[in-house]
C-alpha cells in the first residue's frame, strides 16, 4: 500500500503564486508516473501536468507556461509551482502516482484564487 500526503494549498489573489507537494511513503519500489489533477466544482477532474521517471513532462494546455511540475526521486515527492494564477485555476488538486501494480491518488488540497 502506499500513502500520498498533499500540501501547499490554500488562498492567494489572482497573479499570485503556490507551491504543491505531495509526498508517497509506504510499500514504495518504484513510482513511474506522478502527475497533478485537478477537479473544480460541477467539473469533470482533468489532468494538470504529468512526469516521468526521467524527467519527461506533460502539461494541459490550460496551464502551459504558467505551473511546473517536478520530482524529487529520493524522496518520492512530486511538486508543483503554480506561477500566475487565475481565478479559472480555484479546485481542489490531487496527486497520483503509478506504480508497477496500482495508481494511487492523493486526498485533495483546495487551491482559491480570488481577490
Known amino acids: 500500500q502506499v500513502q500520498l500526503v498533499e500540501s501547499g494549498g490554500g488562498s492567494v489573489q489572482p497573479g499570485g503564486s503556490l507551491r504543491l507537494s505531495c509526498a508517497a511513503s509506504g510499500h514504495i519500489f518504484m513510482l513511474y508516473a506522478m502527475a497533478w489533477y485537478r477537479q473544480a466544482p460541477g467539473k469533470q477532474r482533468e489532468l494538470v501536468a504529468s512526469i516521468t521517471t526521467g524527467g519527461g513532462t506533460n502539461y494541459g494546455d490550460s496551464v502551459k507556461g504558467r505551473f511546473t511540475i517536478s520530482r524529487d526521486n529520493a524522496k518520492n515527492t512530486v511538486y508543483l509551482q503554480m506561477d500566475s494564477l487565475k481565478s479559472e485555476d480555484t479546485a481542489v488538486y490531487y496527486c497520483?502516482?503509478?506504480?508497477?501494480?496500482?495508481?494511487?491518488w492523493g486526498q485533495g488540497t483546495q487551491v482559491t484564487v480570488s481577490s
Open positions: 497520483k502516482v503509478v506504480t508497477l501494480t496500482n495508481n494511487y
